[in-house]
């Protein structure tokens, strides 16, 4: 693993539990990045805290450990509350928690959109210690179901910044508003807009600040390039990316219609393709990440929905067939490759008229991006119709699909 991204220390010093120690040990959790160092001291003495950091460097057990001891030591008397952006963040988060919770007894409840709210009613009968939900579910349960939070003792808001992109700072402030004052408040985030200082100042006591990277900061195992392309070449573009790299390929668009078109596309390439988008159902979602996972799919099309807490190890390229709407978004969706220390590749599709976007980012990230060749005209060939191969066809325009020239009428 890269040293910049594991600390060279243990678990052992950071004031965690015995049995917990036991339980990462068992779990091969050896050594803690550096966010998990720096925050997990804080935090276990009951310590507000502010944690910056970039995608993949081990937020969730870096609020998840002190949450679980703290409510272990309480015998339960505290509940802990995670608030975060997506479902599928939700489930990786309660699948981490539970790794190490269970060998203790504490149990979790997900409350998600997607998902049967009777269900969800059951699972909050059972008492549950630690509660993990996306904004707009936890809203229609206190608003519907008169959940109960007068005994959240830690409440976490992961993703933050990302919360506040998705227009949930409404639901969050519901939500912050209805746990108790007296409380632990773990804030993480990979960026520090004006918004979250807001919200730290207002709902925080005196938190203290955990920045392992500037804000913004790109994961530095990550190689970056961006090649400047017409519309009409992406797909041949990607093609050869496909074909030049034979690892598990990760692909974002900007629209979910966009990634039904483009993993269609890919699979008639003869790769196995799937997609990830808010028009798929929470289960279709999960199962094509499970199956980017563990290989039945190669290629991984997804919206800005993946950008962020999905944890899948090895993919060895991420490929921006279009440019993020927003910059800050970049940082996130190429922290899907170079995860816990493993090097990566990031390729971005812009076209001439983007070089201000690509500018964006390059202040965002603080360096200049690898440009590559556009595909020059030479390679691509010109099809005639037959007969008449010097003549140009009238009211009809030439459209390049980066293989050939294809023929429509205006």
């Known amino acids: 693993m890269n040293p910049s991204n594991v600390s060279l220390g243990t678990f052992n010093n950071l004031g965690i539990a015995p049995k917990l120690l036991e339980i990462l040990d068992r779990q091969k959790f050896i050594h803690p990045t550096p966010i998990q160092q720096q925050s997990i001291p804080i935090a276990i003495e009951g310590k507000d805290l502010i944690g910056i950091a970039q995608t993949g460097t081990g937020k969730t057990l870096a609020f998840g450990i002190p949450m679980l001891q703290r409510i272990a030591k309480s015998s339960g008397q505290i509940k802990g509350l995670v608030i975060l952006p997506t479902r599928e963040l939700a489930v990786q988060v309660d699948e981490t928690l539970k790794k190490i919770g269970s060998s203790v007894g504490l149990k979790t409840a997900i409350l998600i959109g997607g998902e049967s709210i009777n269900r969800q009613i059951k699972s909050l009968r059972q008492n549950p210690h630690i509660i993990i939900a996306t904004p707009g579910r936890m809203i229609d349960h206190l608003e519907n179901t008169k959940l109960n939070l007068s005994r959240v003792g830690i409440l976490v808001l992961d993703e933050a910044d990302r919360m ?106 003869g790769h196995s393709a799937t997609e990830i988008h808010s028009n798929r159902s929470l289960n279709q979602r999960l199962h ?106 009238r009211n009809k325009r030439r459209f390049s699909d980066g293989q050939g020239y294809f023929m429509k009428r205006r």
Request: no cysteine; glycine share 6%; charged share 25%.
């Open 164 to 269: 506040l992109d998705m227009g949930f700072a409404p639901q969050i402030k519901k939500i912050l508003d209805r746990v108790p004052t007296k409380r632990q408040t773990l804030l993480f985030s990979a960026t520090m807009p004006n918004e979250i200082v807001k919200i730290a100042h207002s709902y925080m006591s005196l938190p203290l600040r955990v920045e392992v990277a500037p804000s913004g900061t790109a994961v530095s195992t990550v190689t970056q390039e961006v090649v400047f392309v017409d519309r009409g070449e992406k797909l041949s573009q990607l093609r050869s990316v496909l074909s030049e790299y034979k690892g598990s390929v990760l692909v974002f668009t900007r629209t979910k219609y966009g990634a039904q078109k483009l993993a269609r596309s890919v699979r008639d390439m």
């Open 288 to 393: 094509a990440l499970e199956g980017f996972k563990v290989g039945k799919y190669r290629v991984l099309v997804a919206t800005d929905i993946a950008a962020r807490g999905i944890d899948v190890s090895g993919i060895e390229v991420v490929v921006n067939y279009d440019l993020p709407a927003m910059a800050e978004d970049y940082v996130h969706r190429i922290g899907r490759t170079a995860r816990a220390g493993r090097s990566g590749h990031a390729i971005s599709f812009a076209t001439p008229d983007q070089r201000g976007e690509v500018r964006s980012i390059e202040r965002l990230i603080r360096q200049t991006l690898r440009t590559s060749a556009t595909p020059s005209a030479s390679n691509v060939r010109e099809v005639s119709p037959p007969n008449r191969r010097h003549e140009r066809p």
